[in-house]
Every structure is written in structure tokens, then in C-alpha cells.
């Protein structure tokens, strides 16, 4: 807790020398108290005690915003009705909605960090601004760790900025609560062999039904279109036939996803992903990453099931 403190005192004190320099004071969000229910998106429908529990980290929705008295944020506000919503409503209900059913769902609302750190490009600025977005799940997490029968399985699932988090709790995590894991899914972000080093809690996943790994991956329509700061990834599985060479597999009957063992990345044909627009020249151009928890929404619900049944039997 104390080099939690110490952190934040630094991501404080960065953010203040930036202001300084814009010329803007920055306001910083209130944080959110776990122990108060309308800071959660929970669904149980494991009726006869047999699934997970589902921990989900939503993704980035808000862009740098501005107070009424002119203070600059950079974080989300998890009191303000509309980025409640954007959370709630467009995302983590939308998950609950292929996640939950036979397990129980718990998604926290926090600070995430706005897009406009991503969109600097600049790994060291990332880090900075969201070390108190990250302090919150892990928060979030520790309180829900605390409150669950630990005899069940854990999944850790989280979306972007969400799979963002779900690294650092891998890291977060001790011993005994990695012996819980089942799996946990980095969906549409990286992880990097420097964050391998530091925790022995990232294995990556081989196949289809092996448990307390990590499942990560990202989508692209070639390999020049990975975002380094997003997608420059040391691990990678295809989630529709779960291999890890580049055997391809096919996708709703006319979609070819194949995973490049080269850069960790899927490459995908047939699907234009026109239903996300592009942002600033960052995301859905030539990456799609915008369909990671969805356009293999099937595929996630079933390999769930298939990794809560093999930590149950194991």
C-alpha cells in the first residue's frame, strides 16, 4: 500500500508539472468506494454453482474533458451519469450479455484514463497517466477478491485500456489467488516481454483448455497496420481454433482468421469492420480493434465454459 501511495504521490506530482506547463489545473475525479454497489455492473445467473467468477475491465470511452470552473481531467468520472453510461450501458452490459450466463459477472466502474494519453503514442506517458486508472481496478479487485468464495474459478477478462489492467492484476495477484485463475483474456491489447518479467503469472495459453493462462490477442487486416502501443505484443492465440501457429480458421462461414506467430496478431479476411469508424488515425485503421470483445463473442463464451470445466476438474 505504501509504494501504492508513493505512485500515485509521482502520477500526481507529473501531471501537476504538465498542467504548468498547459496552463491548465487539472482536476482529478473522486475516487470510487467498492464497497457501494452502484460502483459495480454484477449479473449472477450461475444458478446451481457450477461457473466462474468474471471479473471485467471495461475500455477507454471518455476523451480529455474540462470542468465548469475550466480544470482540465484526464480521467473518467465515475459519479458523472454520462460516463456511467458510455461504461455501463455500451460496454460491460454488452459483455455481461455473452459472459455471464452459468457464472456470476462483477465489473467495476473506475477512472480510466482518457484516450488522449494513447493517442500521445508515447509508452512512458501511458504509464504515467495511468497508474491511478490501474490503482482503481486493482482496488476494485482486491474488494472483490475478498467478498467471493474462493473455491470457485476466476476469470479476468478486460477489453483495451481493460486489458491494460488485466496485466497489472496478473501482477498485482499473489500465489494463492493465481491458483484460482482459470484464465484470464487480454482482449485488443499487448503483453510485453518486459511485463513477463515481472510476474510468473503470465503464461500464455497453448490451446484450448489449459488453465491459469493468459489469452491474449489483437485484430488487424494486415501486420503493417499494428499499433506498436496498443498491439506490440510477445504473445498471442487464435480464440477460434485456439492454436498458436498460423493454421488459418474460419469465422461465421466467410471470415479467415489466422494468427501470424511472428508479430502475436491475428490477421483477418472477409470482414471489413466498417462498423467501427476510425479514430484520429489511431484505432480501425487498418487494425480493428474495436471488435475484439465481439467479433469472437461466441468463441470467448464457449472457451469460458471449456477452462471453468478443466480448473473444476483439475
Not at 504521490?9 to 467498492?34: H, M, N, Q, R
Not at 479467415?256 to 479514430?279: D, F, I, N, R
Amino acid at each position: 500500500m505504501k509504494l501504492t501511495k508513493i505512485w500515485l504521490l509521482i502520477t500526481g506530482l507529473i501531471i501537476w508539472g504538465v498542467s504548468c506547463k498547459s496552463g491548465k489545473e487539472v482536476f482529478i475525479p473522486k475516487a470510487p468506494d467498492y464497497n457501494d454497489a452502484t460502483m459495480w455492473v454484477t449479473v449472477n445467473s450461475d444458478s446451481i454453482g457450477a461457473g466462474a467468477d468474471i471479473f471485467y475491465v471495461v475500455s477507454t470511452w471518455e476523451e480529455d474533458w474540462t470542468t465548469e470552473d475550466g480544470r482540465l481531467c484526464h480521467y473518467a468520472d465515475v459519479y458523472n451519469p454520462t460516463h456511467r453510461e458510455h461504461m455501463g450501458e455500451l460496454e460491460i452490459k454488452r459483455a455481461a450479455a455473452y459472459m455471464s450466463p452459468g457464472n456470476r459477472f462483477y465489473a467495476p466502474f473506475y477512472r480510466h484514463t482518457t484516450i488522449d494519453a494513447f493517442l500521445t503514442l508515447n509508452d512512458d506517458t501511458i504509464r504515467n497517466r495511468t497508474r491511478l486508472a490501474m490503482d482503481d481496478v486493482c482496488r476494485a479487485f482486491d474488494h472483490f477478491q475478498a467478498q467471493r468464495d474462493k473455491s470457485r474459478p476466476l476469470i479476468i477478462v478486460g477489453f483495451s485500456q481493460g486489458g491494460m489492467a488485466v496485466v497489472e492484476l496478473l501482477k498485482h495477484i499473489d500465489d494463492d489467488t493465481y491458483s484460482q485463475l482459470a484464465a484470464a483474456y487480454v482482449l485488443g491489447y499487448k503483453v510485453t516481454p518486459e511485463d513477463t518479467l515481472q510476474t510468473k503469472h503470465i503464461k500464455a495459453a497453448q490451446g484450448e483448455a489449459d488453465t491459469g493462462v493468459t489469452i491474449c490477442y489483437n485484430t488487424v487486416k494486415d501486420v503493417k497496420y499494428i499499433k506498436p502501443v496498443i498491439a506490440a505484443t510477445c504473445m498471442g492465440i487464435n480464440p477460434v481454433n485456439w492454436r498458436t501457429d498460423d493454421t488459418p480458421a474460419v469465422l461465421h462461414d466467410s471470415i479467415t482468421v489466422t494468427l501470424s506467430p511472428q508479430h502475436h496478431v491475428l490477421v483477418v479476411k472477409g470482414y471489413s469492420g466498417s462498423e467501427y469508424p476510425a479514430y484520429k488515425d489511431l484505432i480501425n485503421v487498418g487494425d480493428i480493434h474495436s471488435c475484439e470483445p465481439w467479433l469472437y463473442s461466441e468463441c470467448l463464451a464457449k472457451n469460458i465454459s471449456v477452462r471453468t470445466n478443466a480448473w473444476r476438474k483439475n
